[in-house]
T-cell receptor
Framework: KNEVEQSPQNLTAQEGEFITINCSYS?????LHWLQQHPGGGIVSLFM???GKKKHGRLIATINIQEKHSSLHITASHPRDSAVYIC???????????FGGGTRVLVKP | KAGVTQTPRYLIKTRGQQVTLSCSPI?????VSWYQQTPGQGLQFLFE???????NKGNFPGRFSGRQFSNSRSEMNVSTLELGDSALYLC???????????FGPGTRLTVT
């Protein structure tokens, strides 16, 4: 079983819809990252969080350390949000990033 | 401030050859990490350098090596290339261990 699991693997939404991506992990962590990767490969770090909730524009990330679970929400989704979203955890032991398999999001106009 | 840069952006090599990829971190960042991304395995951690010292290493064979220079620029080397080494190689820099990572655009390596 992978140490970091994301769901769903693929998601299609209509423009304006609310999107939620989930990430569960099984190891002790010091931080969790949400990353965005557009076609072509470039990765952008969206959030780094170790507790609670962070918001940036239409994006919200939450983490529940006790339940080892994080969610990324996209409000009022737009076609430019179409990308692969990747959850990555910084393991407490070893300080290495371990990645989930990614969620491919397609937002249709 | 300039972002993380990687050179070259694209590379085609033949099995058995070796390759060197370069990464220039954001100015002031002393940590550089390298990752491999393939369709089958996804993103995997290769190694991290901080102040010229390797701090962490992923589960890759010894054919994969790296180094960091005094100006924080880093190189990774893959010797005796195999078809399975075809991948997008990403580097990321950060100021220190508890800081956010910033990714470069990647080098797409194709081994034929």
């Amino acid at each position: 079983k992978n140490e970091v699991e994301q769901s769903p693997q693929n998601l299609t939404a209509q423009e304006g819809e609310f999107i939620t991506i989930n990430c569960s992990y099984s190891v002790g962590i010091s931080a969790l990252h949400w990353l965005q990767q557009h076609p072509g490969g470039g990765i952008v770090s969206l959030f780094m969080l170790s507790s609670g909730k962070k918001k940036h524009g239409r994006l919200i990330a939450t983490i529940n350390i006790q339940e080892k679970h994080s969610s990324l929400h996209i409000t009022a989704s737009h076609p430019r949000d179409s990308a692969v979203y990747i959850c990555a955890v910084l393991k407490a032991a070893g300080n290495k990033l371990t990645f989930g398999g990614g969620t491919r999001v397609l937002v249709k106009p | 401030k300039a972002g993380v840069t990687q050179t070259p952006r694209y590379l085609i090599k033949t099995r058995g050859q070796q390759v060197t990829l370069s990464c220039s971190p954001i100015s002031g960042h002393r940590s550089v990490s390298w990752y491999q991304q393939t369709p089958g395995q996804g993103l995997q951690f290769l190694f991290e350098y901080f102040s010229e010292t390797q701090r962490n290493k992923g589960n890759f064979p010894g054919r994969f090596s790296g180094r960091q220079f005094s100006n924080s620029r880093s190189e990774m080397n893959v010797s005796t290339l195999e078809l399975g080494d075809s991948a997008l190689y990403l580097c990321a820099s950060r100021f220190g261990p508890d800081y956010e990572q910033y990714f470069g655009p990647g080098t797409r390596l194709t081994v034929t």
